[in-house]
């Protein structure tokens, strides 16, 4: 077993206080940070943490490095991204900024199916490459873990193509990024359907069952929407997703309060996400189950349709992750911790709300249980910024301090 010792951090935030609460009704000191901080691990697992003048004498170190200047953080996890498209819609945002709404620009061809007849117009090779460089930007940013929907496909090969994309670049740039892969056929309804359950049923279910099987696929999504995918459709995906054993996301309640809160707790989906519109009733059953909130800041920014009541759902004990959304139509933009650094104000949120949204409660939301906090027993991965104390980190807006893990420098991304 190969040992490391990392030491001398100006701070090592732990997040302790943040587990041992399980992410919820948290406050600032349960970032549980270790000034002059050090951490063992091996390459599968944290060993020890604590200060650096109080190193404990049994570990046989193979590797010691010592980080003066440097701040010591669990990975940064982008729980739901859409990076696998082509084209763009630029001119779209254009069309909102002149008051055309996002809905209606969908109800005119554009939105979700403009995308998807320009991701079809690639062939394989073009979209892993295409991909490849979104990933290769998004890694300079601190982020160790990303889960990549499909949807911009919307027919069995496409989609099914989409998913072995996602499959490939997973085994390609392990351990460097941690990749997962979510089923997401139900993005749209095609214009060559009239009702979104005929497409559920031609479409989305057999994508599932055929993913599933080969294990393509970490998750399974849907957009639950008026307009979009309807209550019946949301239990077909769930029922289906249940027996094959494959966990459950649901966009939910992002435009109208379609009780989609409450149905992603009802199906104990891993997450609910969005949540511009949720009810009360969707916050207190989200309160009451293990399915993590992620609220999408930069969507809601993007489209000009505010933000979520992030206080409300924190109050209530509702465990809040925070992602980036990055895809073409509702949020062109893929650096979450900018994202989470402007969103924290609006939302209320302290500092160890905006850290466990990024890191730990992220991790819940890919289901993920020792990711996302520097513990014992927890994976090494982590984030390392060049800076004085992690407050620095998202008070300098749009200043990139990370530092790649030169455990990884041989690998390219
Ligand atoms: O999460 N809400 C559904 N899907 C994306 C939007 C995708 C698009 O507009 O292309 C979202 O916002
Ligand atoms: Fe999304």
């Given at each position: 077993m190969t040992l490391h010792l990392w030491k001398n951090f100006e701070?090592?935030?732990?997040?302790?206080?943040?587990?041992?609460?399980?992410?919820?009704?948290?406050?600032?000191s349960d970032l549980s940070i270790i000034p002059?901080?050090?951490?063992?691990?091996?390459?599968e697992a944290i060993l020890w943490v604590g200060k650096s003048n109080n190193i404990p004498k049994q570990f046989d170190i193979d590797y010691s490095d010592s980080f003066h200047g440097h701040v010591l953080l669990p990975e940064i996890i982008d729980s739901h991204t859409h990076l696998i498209f082509g084209g763009d819609r630029a001119h779209e945002y254009a069309q909102r900024l002149n008051g055309v709404d996002y809905q209606e620009i969908a109800k005119q061809g554009g939105g979700i199916n403009y995308t998807v007849s320009e991701t079809n117009k690639l062939t394989y090779d073009e979209l892993f490459s295409i991909a490849e460089r979104r990933m290769h930007k998004i890694s300079q940013y601190g982020?160790?873990?990303?889960?990549?929907?499909?949807?911009?496909s919307l027919n069995i090969d496409g989609e099914i193509q989409l998913c072995r994309i996602i499959h490939k670049l997973k085994e390609k740039y392990s351990p460097r990024l941690r990749i997962f892969c979510t089923l997401m056929a139900a993005h749209a309804?095609?214009?060559?359907?009239?009702?979104?359950?005929?497409?559920?049923?031609?479409?989305?279910?057999?994508?599932?069952?055929?993913?599933?099987?080969?294990?393509?696929?970490?998750?399974?999504?849907?957009?639950?929407?008026?307009?979009?995918?309807?209550?019946e459709d949301l239990e077909k995906i769930a029922s289906t997703a249940?027996?094959?054993?494959?966990?459950?996301?649901v966009h939910a309640d992002e435009f109208n309060d379609n009780h989609g809160a409450f149905f992603a707790a009802h199906f104990n989906a891993v997450s609910a996400d969005h949540l511009l519109k949720v009810s009360n009733a969707g916050i207190n059953a989200l309160a009451q189950s293990k399915t993590v909130a992620t609220l999408l800041p930069g969507t809601?920014?993007?489209?000009?349709?505010?933000?979520?009541?992030?206080?409300?759902?924190?109050?209530?004990?509702?465990?809040?992750?925070?992602?980036?959304?990055?895809n073409p139509g509702s949020c062109h933009y893929d650096n979450l911790l900018f994202l989470a650094?402007?969103?924290?104000?609006?939302?209320?949120?302290?500092?160890?709300?905006?850290?466990?949204?990024?890191?730990?409660?992220?991790?819940?939301?890919?289901?993920?249980?020792?990711?996302?906090?520097?513990?014992?027993?927890?994976l090494p991965r982590f984030s390392i910024f060049?800076?004085?104390?992690?407050?620095?980190?998202?008070?300098?807006?749009?200043?990139n301090t990370f530092v790649q893990d030169k455990r990884y420098s041989e690998t390219k991304v």
């Open positions: 701070q090592v935030v732990s997040l302790q206080g943040v587990v041992s609460k399980d992410g919820r009704k948290l406050i600032p002059n901080g050090a951490v063992i691990f091996s390459d982020i160790g873990s990303l889960e990549i929907k499909t949807g911009y309804i095609p214009p060559n359907y009239n009702h979104s359950a005929d497409y559920i049923q031609a479409v989305a279910i057999p994508c599932l069952e055929m993913t599933a099987k080969e294990g393509l696929i970490d998750f399974v999504d849907i957009f639950h929407e008026r307009g979009y995918f309807t209550d249940a027996r094959l054993g494959v966990a459950l996301k809601g920014l993007f489209l000009g349709k505010g933000m979520a009541n992030a206080r409300q759902l924190l109050d209530a004990g509702v465990k809040v992750a925070l992602a980036s959304d990055y650094s402007i969103a924290a104000p609006s939302y209320k949120m302290n500092l160890a709300e905006l850290w466990a949204g990024i890191t730990f409660n992220a991790a819940g939301a890919l289901g993920l249980m020792t990711s996302g906090a520097i513990l014992p027993g927890f060049k800076t004085k104390s992690f407050e620095h980190i998202t008070y300098t807006w749009g200043e």
